[in-house]
């Protein structure tokens, strides 16, 4: 079955920088686009970043320049490199692929940041 497992995530101060990895199993990961999304508290899940099979990249306009999605099809890994953290990127970040009319997400991986 499709499996996808975030981790890198945890406690950073405001300007620090934290790098989320996704590694997907049971799906042939070259050929799926792949998403990073964040919950907050209280808040809807949203599309932080993605990724097409060619490498083309796509961000919410809260992370440009600050955030690089980025793949390693060779280890079916995703990543996402956050710089220049704000309080307000605090939230489960997940990690999401479709195939088909299905779609798989992680767990989650918390990342707080404080002020």
């Known amino acids: 079955q499709v499996q996808l497992v975030e981790s890198g995530g945890g406690l950073v101060q405001a300007g620090g920088s934290l790098r989320l990895s996704c590694a997907a199993s049971?799906?042939?990961?070259?050929?799926?686009?792949m998403d990073w999304y964040r919950q907050a508290p209280g808040k809807q899940r949203e599309l932080v970043a993605s990724?097409?099979?060619?490498?083309?990249?796509n961000y919410d306009n809260s992370v440009k320049g600050r955030f690089t999605i980025s793949r390693d099809n060779a280890k079916a890994t995703v990543y996402l490199q956050m710089n220049s953290l704000k309080p307000e990127d605090t939230a489960v970040y997940y990690c999401?692929?479709?195939?088909?009319?299905?779609?798989?997400w992680g767990q989650g991986t918390q990342v707080t940041v404080s002020s």
């Open positions: 990724i097409t099979k060619w490498g083309i990249t």
């Open positions: 999401r692929t479709g195939s088909g009319s299905r779609e798989y």
């Open positions: 049971g799906i042939i990961f070259s050929i799926v686009a």
